[in-house]
């Protein structure tokens, strides 16, 4: 084996979306935000509670920001926040589904009679 080919066996490699990501994740600074969130305070605020797990904060504070911004892009950018904290429709639909499952099947067993042996 050449010494270019026992390289190029020993280094992992790299596809382009981990490097894309890495690359990414080098360029961002912690808190920074999303990449086309406008830089207002509130929102930079909003980010940063959303980024420590505070979604009553998040859920207040950008639902006020999205009624009462002055500019466009702070309410496009808090209404933004406020979907990211929304449930996933199809995980909402499916707990519907299964709690209608359950009653099907509770009201079936209790309206038939049951015959002891």
Avoid: C
């Amino acid at each position: 084996m050449t010494d270019r080919a026992q390289g190029d066996a020993e280094a992992p490699r790299r596809t382009k979306k981990r490097a894309k990501r890495r690359e990414g994740e080098a360029a961002s600074v912690p808190g920074d935000g999303a990449p086309g969130l406008p830089r207002d305070p509130e929102l930079v605020r909003l980010e940063q509670a959303f980024e420590r797990g505070d979604y009553a904060l998040v859920r207040a504070g950008a639902g006020r920001l999205a009624r009462e911004a002055e500019r466009d892009e702070d309410r496009r950018a808090a209404r933004a926040l406020l979907r990211r904290i929304e449930p996933d429709p199809l995980a909402v639909a499916l707990l519907v589904a299964a709690v209608a499952l359950l009653a099907f099947l509770s009201f079936y067993y209790w309206s038939h009679s049951h015959v002891s042996p």
